[in-house]
């Protein structure tokens, strides 16, 4: 089994994927969550719940376990 990331890892490759030609508005808006908890989530402040991982993960092409676990 798989272990999570820590936040700060999590934190690091959210922004590095978005980073590239993405607002923070404008990731949150598709995924359908308030740009502060993504922010949150971005900054290490808090681990998204496990809908909103598959959510962030489809959205950016990648699996769960790539961006949210080691």
């Not at 272990?3 to 934190?11: G, L, T, V």
């Not at 598709?30 to 402040?45: D, P, V």
Request: no cysteine; hydrophobic share 40%.
């Amino acid at each position: 089994m798989n272990k999570e990331a820590s936040n700060e890892k999590i934190a690091e490759r959210l922004v590095k994927l978005r980073k590239d030609n993405l607002t923070q508005d404008e990731v949150a808006n598709s995924l359908g969550i308030a740009k502060s908890s993504l922010a949150n989530y971005e900054n290490g402040f808090r681990r998204p719940k496990p809908e909103i991982m598959v959510k962030i993960a489809n959205f950016y092409n990648q699996s769960v376990q790539a961006i949210f676990f080691n």
